[in-house]
T-cell receptor, first 117, second 115 residues
Framework: AQKITQTQPGMFVQEKEAVTLDCTYD???????LFWYKQPSSGEMIFLIY??????QNATEGRYSLNFQKARKSANLVISASQLGDSAMYFC??????????????FGKGTMLLVSP | DAGVIQSPRHEVTEMGQEVTLRCKPI?????LFWYRQTMMRGLELLIY????????DSGMPEDRFSAKMPNASFSTLKIQPSEPRDSAVYFC?????????????FGPGTRLTVT
């Protein structure tokens, strides 16, 4: 079973509108973290936002917010007031502890967001 | 402060040749990760190091792949011999070992093409 599922291969949004990118996850680790990364066409991976499994409030970073619904195991990224520069691939990732005691990131397949004028 | 540095940024080589990718992590980070990104398989973790010691190499696809970290500021990923199916973007990432959220900082990647 996939640990991170991003069901939207592509999303379109008009400039200045809000958009939600979906992410569901699967883990039995009670202490885990969820990340969103942005990959523009230039290729670099840019960290956007983080949510810890014990955090009571949804994370926010500027125009980015994470809609964390623990019972539903979802961690959707909300981008408010979209800008043309938001056009990119977006990856959801989960940090969980391995049997070794170390933690690594598992990435979803990504969602391509296109923002139109 | 400089980010993660990778070289070369692009590599084109012929099947059968040896390829060496290089990475310099962020100073003070004690974890280093190597990933491979392809359209078919997405972003895959190949191997990671803690304090220069390989912790888990279960993601390394074959014996043709090897990685080393001789010191805290340098790591290599070597493919010998290379094959066309190794064509991908290879990322190096590093992070600190203390303090949530343990976010990983990625290098710009090396785009490898094997013909």
């Amino acid at each position: 079973a996939q640990k991170i599922t991003q069901t939207q291969p592509g999303m379109f949004v008009q400039e200045k509108e809000a958009v939600t990118l979906d992410c569901t996850y699967d883990t039995s680790d009670p202490s885990y973290g969820l990340f969103w990364y942005k990959q523009p066409s230039s290729g670099e991976m840019i960290f956007l936002i983080y949510q810890g499994s014990y955090d009571q409030q949804n994370a926010t970073e500027g125009r980015y917010s994470l809609n964390f619904q623990k019972a539903r195991k979802s961690a959707n990224l909300v981008i408010s007031a979209s800008q043309l520069g938001d056009s990119a691939m977006y990856f959801c990732a989960m940090r969980e502890a391995m049997n070794s005691g170390y933690s690594t990131l598992t990435f979803g397949k990504g969602t391509m967001l296109l923002v139109s004028p | 402060d400089a980010g993660v540095i990778q070289s070369p940024r692009h590599e084109v080589t012929e099947m059968g040749q040896e390829v060496t990718l290089r990475c310099k992590p962020i100073s003070g980070h004690d974890y280093l990760f190597w990933y491979r990104q392809t359209m078919m398989r997405g972003l895959e973790l190949l191997i990671y190091f803690n304090n220069n010691v390989p912790i888990d190499d279960s993601g390394m696809p074959e014996d043709r792949f090897s990685a080393k970290m001789p010191n805290a500021s340098f790591s290599t990923l070597k493919i010998q011999p290379s094959e066309p199916r190794d064509s991908a973007v290879y990322f190096c990432a590093s992070r600190t070992g203390t303090g949530d959220p343990y976010e990983q900082y990625f290098g710009p990647g090396t785009r490898l093409t094997v013909t």
